[in-house]
């Protein structure tokens, strides 16, 4: 909203809430110029139009910063020529208005001016903004720092068949500009707890990727430091649904079949789904299996590894130490039977290969 204060050596004008208002006058060479004063109480867009200027007069138009010295904002067009203004997301604060004789002894202009509040996202995680987010990224911006301290937006991820997905955050300044102050961003859980914390350094901003178990979420945002840091921001957001392929129960277990060929089989075990369970018939046989990250690379995290008969009793297990390299069975004999290879984890998210092979005796 737009308000109206009085000053000395200003003159008020008022507006209401998204109305154009219009005010004429008079601009003399030998007087001070007016200055119209008007405050945001939050972010909005601005236009405002100057006119009626007198025949063979120059009346330029310019938008002061709170000082009412710096000039963030001008138009200048040669001769009597319409002057125009348009600033979007101007933070919460005061601003002046201000026609100025540049060529002339006198003349009248008429000043209208306009103003947009942009929708606030809520401040707290009682009123959130809620966002829809799917795979096609989502652009939201809004101001924060002192006078608006914190931002909440409310997502979900997941759903039936899908335990899991991946957040993908891109934090800049407005329009993918530069930040000019310090932001945290924390994503939290629907009991409001932390599960992801990040906070900028500098103007340029970052972005991460986050896997989240089913479920619903909160962003926030807020100034690193209140009392200094403000800014205009955007993020830029996604949201993945990752399919469970695997069962997370041997009774829910995914049904292979195995022959002296390899079978190659991807997925991952992390939150959400830190269990994946297949399930396998054979003959008498030797078996081989391998683990590895995605195409044969590296784990990105820590897996254990198990092999188990139709009665779950567990004939080989194996762990990696932390990230790295896989795991493996290598010839192993099998009587003939039903079993179970189980792959686990307790980090947040780990993609895997897993290839394995029955080979008859």
Do not use: C
């Not at 329009?175 to 102050?181: A, E, K, M, V």
């Not at 002296?260 to 297949?278: R, T, W």
């Not at 995605?294 to 194996?318: A, C, K, S």
């Not at 947040?348 to 394995?356: A, D, E, Q």
């Amino acid at each position: 909203m737009l308000k109206s204060l009085s000053h000395s050596g200003f003159s008020p004008l008022s507006f209401n809430r998204g109305v154009s208002k219009e005010i004429r006058g008079l601009l003399e060479k030998d007087k001070q110029p007016k200055a119209f004063r008007v405050r945001f109480a939050a972010r909005s867009n601005l236009i405002a139009r100057l006119g009626n200027t007198r025949f063979n007069t120059n009346v330029n138009l310019e938008l002061l910063d709170s000082t009412g010295e710096t000039v963030i904002a001008a138009s200048r067009r040669l001769a009597n020529r319409p002057e125009l203004i348009e600033v979007k997301g101007l933070a919460p604060g005061t601003y002046f208005l201000r026609p100025v004789l540049a060529r002339g002894k006198w003349s009248r202009f008429r000043l209208r001016a306009n103003t947009t509040p942009i929708p606030d996202s809520g401040n707290t995680a009682s009123t959130p903004r809620f966002l829809d987010l799917t795979s096609t990224p989502t652009q939201v911006g809004e101001f924060i720092g002192a006078e608006d301290r914190s931002d909440y937006y409310a997502f979900s991820v997941g759903g039936f068949g899908f335990p899991t997905g991946q957040l993908s955050l891109a934090l800049t300044g407005e329009n993918s500009d530069l930040l000019t102050g310090n932001v945290t961003i924390k994503i939290r859980d629907s009991s409001l707890r932390v599960v992801r914390q990040r906070t900028s350094n500098g103007r340029i901003g970052f972005r991460f990727e986050e896997p989240l178990a089913a479920g619903n979420y909160f962003i926030q945002v807020e100034p690193a430091n209140p009392t200094r840091d403000e800014t205009n921001y955007q993020l830029t957001l996604s949201t993945t649904a990752i399919p469970d392929r695997a069962g997370n129960t041997p009774n829910a277990a995914q049904i292979v079949s195995l022959d002296a060929s390899n079978s190659l089989f991807q997925d991952f075990v992390g939150i959400g789904d830190q269990q994946d369970y297949y399930k396998f018939t054979v003959p008498k046989s030797r078996f081989n299996l391998r683990l590895t990250g995605p195409n044969g690379n590296l784990l990105n995290g820590e897996v254990t590894l198990r092999l188990r008969d139709n009665v779950n009793t567990i004939l080989e297990e194996q762990k990696t130490a932390g990230s790295g390299a896989g795991l493996a069975i290598e010839n192993k004999t099998l009587a003939a039977g039903t079993y179970i290879v189980q792959v686990s984890t307790t980090a947040r998210f780990v993609n895997y290969s897993l290839v394995m092979a029955a080979d008859p005796s």
